[in-house]
């Protein structure tokens, strides 16, 4: 398939799928490429499920499936060309350097929480090759930008009443995406929390009619299954996507970044040619930049190369996210990207005060996006049969589903600020630094 040799294609294969996660688990170096091809095998396989099933579902009861040998190939060749291209859009470390680029860009979420589909759909618009070679496979370009755009989910019915089903599977609380690397991340981690029977929860996969469209369902008696696999999700952000080390090692690249951005003092214009390209590099082409394009005393030339040398900053200590913190941001998560940078600066400002000017750029905070930790999960769909009919709740519905109470409180246990610190901070520095945040975090 030429997709696969498409340069933005191959750029996957210098993006690692979990950024700095070798530097506590060795094994973990794949990467997004690798992924890529693991969701499109996903996809083929979960279509062939639902179509074998040869069932479609409603309120009315089952029917049977209206597709011809032909159209079923077609939906299955467009779901596995979604699935190779729905991580394009990524830049370098993947989501840390999407959100920064997101927050210089002004922050907005109020249209799409997640910057790289929106390039990957600037991608599709702007790079001819890349819309011609989807015009080859037999598809229109602007057919897969509407199902991979989660600004217009309302609308896929109206062009193809099996859209929605397909963008279901790529992009949903519970699609073959995470079904992928859930299970790809706890083999390379050597994490088993991670491991999972992702077949059997592809067979409980069902396509359910309502307004005139399909959608992704799942049968009641896969209920087991579905919470199995979230709280395996869960527990792989508590050790191993938000590992204390990763977290350090993405808040010093981000440091370093913005400090090598700001030396440039690029107009606004200029920013934006800077970030356009920048976004197109890959994990080490980024820190190479920043290494052979600054001088040694800066800030960024010294965050860099103790990250190429695996020198982390250490966590001092860890706080729960301040109650009115978390509510600021859930009230103005459109801006949540802006709210978070904004306010870790001024953390970190506020509690060096008493630090030397030389060595205060060595203290680093991490916060959490506290609006993207909300468990949308529990708004997966879970069908139910009543005298030959059926309808469809969303988890967090369901009495006898445990999981809506244990996600939200896994994920409280998530928000948590965290303060890193450099080597050449004395102990004189880090008493002072840890007395400012008792005083600011422990209230």
Not at 190 to 203: A, E, F, Q, R
Not at 283 to 291: F, G, Q, S, V
Not at 309 to 328: A, D, Q, S, T, W
């Amino acid at each position: 398939m030429p997709i696969l040799v498409h340069p933005l294609m191959q750029r996957l294969h210098r993006i690692r799928q979990l950024s700095f996660s070798y530097l506590k688990f060795p094994g973990a170096r794949h990467t997004r490429f690798s992924h890529s091809l693991g969701v499109c095998r996903n996809m083929e396989v979960a279509l062939r499920i639902i179509f074998e099933r040869n069932s479609i579902y409603s309120e009315r009861g089952r029917v049977s499936l209206n597709l011809n040998e032909q159209e079923k190939r077609r939906l299955i060749l467009k779901g596995k060309l979604l699935g190779l291209i729905h991580d394009m859009g990524h830049g370098p470390f993947a989501h840390v350097i999407d959100a920064y680029v997101a927050y210089r860009r002004g922050g907005n979420l109020a249209h799409c929480p997640r910057p790289d589909k929106l390039l990957l759909l600037r991608y599709i618009d702007e790079d001819g090759t890349l819309g011609e070679i989807i015009n080859g496979i037999g598809f229109d370009p602007e057919e897969i930008k509407r199902i991979l755009d989660p600004r217009h989910r309302e609308e896929l019915a109206s062009y193809d009443p099996y859209d929605p089903l397909l963008a279901d599977l790529i992009d949903s609380p519970i699609d073959v995406d995470r079904m992928d690397y859930l299970v790809r991340d706890a083999y390379f981690t050597g994490l088993p929390i991670g491991s999972l029977n992702i077949d059997l929860l592809m067979h409980s996969m069902v396509a359910f009619h309502r307004d005139d469209a399909y959608y992704l369902a799942y049968k009641y008696d896969g209920l087991r299954h579905i919470e199995h696999f979230l709280y395996a999700r869960d527990m792989m952000y508590i050790n191993c996507y938000d590992e204390p080390m990763k977290v350090g090692a993405e808040r010093m690249i981000v440091k370093a970044l913005d400090n090598f951005v700001n030396t440039l003092a690029l107009r606004d214009r200029e920013l934006d040619e800077f970030l356009d390209k920048l976004l197109l590099l890959g994990d080490e082409e980024l820190l190479d930049i920043i290494l052979f394009c600054s001088n040694e005393n800066q800030i960024c030339h010294k965050l860099a190369l103790s990250i190429r040398k695996g020198n982390i900053y250490r966590l001092l200590c860890e706080y729960p996210v301040p109650e009115e913190f978390r509510e600021e941001v859930m009230k103005e998560r459109d801006s949540a990207y802006l709210i978070c940078y904004d306010r870790a600066n001024e953390w970190e400002r506020r509690l060096t005060q008493d630090i030397a000017d030389n060595k205060r750029w060595q203290v680093l905070i991490h916060i959490p996006m506290v609006s993207l930790l909300e468990p949308t999960e529990v708004q997966t769909s879970i069908m139910k049969e009543e005298s030959g009919r059926f309808s469809c709740e969303y988890l967090g519905n369901l009495s006898e589903s445990v999981v809506s109470g244990l996600l939200h409180l896994l994920r409280r246990t998530r928000l948590k600020i965290r303060i890193y610190v450099g080597p050449d901070l004395t102990g004189t520095d880090l008493s002072r630094i840890r007395a400012r945040a008792e005083r600011r975090f422990s209230s």
